[in-house]
């Protein structure tokens, strides 16, 4: 562990520490008391300690001098203001006082054998969280978005002159003409054209003009694509089930329903080169684990080799992606538990009920206010939904659906509640991946049931610019309904869903609590877009610590702050509990740990 000034022993654990189980503190018996009043001061005090020349165990504490400046996220909701870990668990909680009581032996000015102590104060203003978890991202797709982003483009040629200064600033690419391009997060609605992009818009840039280009939407349900890049794909069906295939007046397409489109196969190489970008950045932004949305198959494959040769940089949630062509296979695979020292659980399966708000495919019961001629659509027959869900269930798989549009939504839940007559629901777990919107009489029912509503709020605030004029006056009213969803007894646990949205969870939580831009505007002004939904400082910390645990099963051993659970924590400059809502995107992570040890940052 790193840190100057208020440390005692080493400045870094032995990595052996790592895997051993947390000392029973209750065997040592009552160590001497300090004698004197604690002070201010007790940094220096420690400083000048002697150390023990040899010790077996490195003991790591953690204090605010400021008071209970760490929010553990028990059943109550309290904070301390030390805590105490060894290897990769946390072995004491408690007040300054009673942890140097505990922990430290002054009689004969040492440290107590047989342990190494490392103290260290967290700077000033600063807070301690358990490790922050996102429950819903795509870890690949992000870490490829990234190389080529299209967030923030404002129009179809600001997009084309970003992917032609990409091809410049690669001489690989600029040479090679048959090379992939692929990139993301371009989003239309923001655009002032009403239509969508087309592989002409490509093809008028002479640098872009003739490659292959392959470009995921901001929501990652439509591809715009070169007519280089569609070239292996043809000829392409007329229509395709659960997609649109987009065409422009001469009937060439314009869109590609993404499974059709044929892409050269990643490299290991290349997924590692996305991976470490996406890890690098959960570091950076204090995020521990990340539930996988499974929107690639291969993403799990792949974690599961890395998983296989070495230790995770991530605690990772995949979710197993299902294809409704492909034969039922939830009774010939083994579920993976995340247990010991193995930072990977792939138990879930995931499903794909309807497309995305966005770009028009989630099936709603009443057609667009925009498009009259659709209410969007399911991407696979509801029977489907009825025949493996409880197949899954009786499996022992966590079942994933996603689901956005109310009617969705409602043909989902209906098959949950077909499958979960007389079993035990926490056992279980389902989970509505988005639960984006909802009939009033569904929220009550998804309490009932005790469904997971895996949710982004980072969408809401993007999404609330045009969703009225998508879906009318009074339906919007039910779009990111979060505080009915509360209200309806279900729990809430709060994802991204990066690369659509930033990976950040400062934001996410900035977004839950406030429904208000990043520039603090809505479009019903500054008291957020309609403030009734919103959700409480302490209910957004929950749903990024302690529920995602509780949707991915490691409720046990991580989600909060307590002894025999894993040292993962989130070191946050400022406290955003207490801070002006203003002023919470301003919190900078200081340090990251997990199992521990420091993947990012220092104290």
Request: aromatic share 8%; net charge negative; glycine share 8%.
């Amino acid at each position: 562990m790193e840190g100057k000034g208020s440390s005692i022993g080493a400045t870094a654990g032995n990595a052996n520490d790592k895997d051993k189980q947390p000392p029973n503190k209750g065997s040592r018996g009552r160590w001497a008391l300090l004698t004197g009043v604690l002070s201010i001061a007790l940094g220096y005090y420690f400083a000048s300690v002697s150390i023990k020349p040899s010790s077996t165990v490195n003991v790591h504490i953690l204090c605010s001098k400021e008071g209970n400046k760490i929010y553990t996220v028990d059943d109550k909701n309290s904070q301390t203001q030390c805590v105490v870990f060894q290897g990769a668990y946390v072995v004491d909680t408690g007040s300054l006082e009673t942890i140097t009581d505990e922990w430290v032996d002054s009689e004969n000015g040492k440290i107590s054998a047989p342990y190494t102590l490392h103290f260290n104060f967290i700077p000033p203003g600063a807070i301690i969280l358990p490790g922050i978890s996102d429950s819903h991202a795509h870890i690949l797709e992000y870490g490829a978005a990234q190389q080529l982003s299209l967030e923030g483009a404002r129009s179809i040629p600001d997009a084309v002159a970003r992917i032609k200064e990409f091809i410049l600033s690669n001489p690989d690419i600029l040479e090679d003409t048959s090379k992939f391009i692929t990139g993301g997060g371009w989003d239309h609605t923001v655009w002032p054209t009403t239509g969508w992009p087309s592989a002409v818009d490509l093809d008028a840039d002479s640098i872009v003009r003739g490659r292959p280009v392959v470009l995921q939407s901001k929501d990652c349900h439509a591809l715009w694509v070169s007519n280089k890049a569609l070239e292996g794909s043809l000829p392409l069906p007329e229509s395709v089930e659960g997609g649109i295939i987009v065409r422009d007046a001469s009937g060439n397409p314009t869109d590609n329903a993404q499974d059709l489109l044929k892409q050269p196969e990643l490299t290991e190489n290349d997924l590692m080169r996305r991976f470490k970008v996406a890890v690098r950045d959960a570091h950076r932004y204090g995020i521990t684990s990340i539930h996988d949305a499974g929107l690639d198959p291969k993403s799990l494959a792949f974690f599961k080799r890395q998983s296989e040769t070495g230790t995770l940089p991530l605690r990772i949630y995949g979710m197993t992606y299902f294809h409704e062509s492909e034969p039922y296979w939830g009774n010939l695979s083994t579920p993976i538990m995340a247990d010991g020292n193995s930072r990977l659980s792939a138990r879930s399966v995931k499903i794909f009920a309807d497309g995305a708000l966005r770009t028009g495919g989630a099936a709603l019961y009443e057609p667009y206010a925009d498009n009259p001629s659709t209410n969007g659509f399911m991407r696979l027959d509801p029977d489907i939904l009825f025949n493996v869900i409880p197949k899954f269930l009786k499996d022992g798989w966590q079942v994933n659906v996603h689901a956005i549009g109310d009617r969705a939504n409602g043909i989902v839940l209906d098959a949950f509640e077909a499958s979960l007559k007389g079993v035990n629901v926490t056992a279980l777990r389902p989970r509505l991946e988005h639960a984006q919107m909802m009939t009033q009489a569904d929220m009550l029912r998804l309490g009932k049931l005790g469904v997971i509503a895996s949710v982004q709020p980072t969408h809401a605030i993007s999404d609330m610019w045009y969703a009225q004029d998508r879906l009318g006056p009074e339906r919007v009213k039910r779009l990111y309904a979060f505080r009915s969803l509360v209200d309806s007894g279900a729990m809430l646990t709060l994802g991204s869903d990066a690369p659509v949205e930033t990976l950040n969870p400062i934001s996410n939580f900035y977004a839950a609590i406030t429904r208000k831009s990043f520039t603090g505007e809505s479009p019903h002004g500054s008291d957020g877009w309609f403030p009734e939904q919103k959700l409480s400082r302490i209910e957004a910390l929950r749903g990024m610590t302690i529920n995602p645990a509780f949707a991915s099963f490691t409720e046990t051993f991580l989600g909060s702050i307590e002894v025999g659970k894993r040292a993962d924590f989130s070191i946050l400059s400022q406290d955003i509990m207490t801070v002006p809502t203003e002023d919470i995107l301003a919190t900078k992570v200081l340090a990251t740990i997990i199992d521990g040890q420091f993947v990012f940052g220092k104290i």
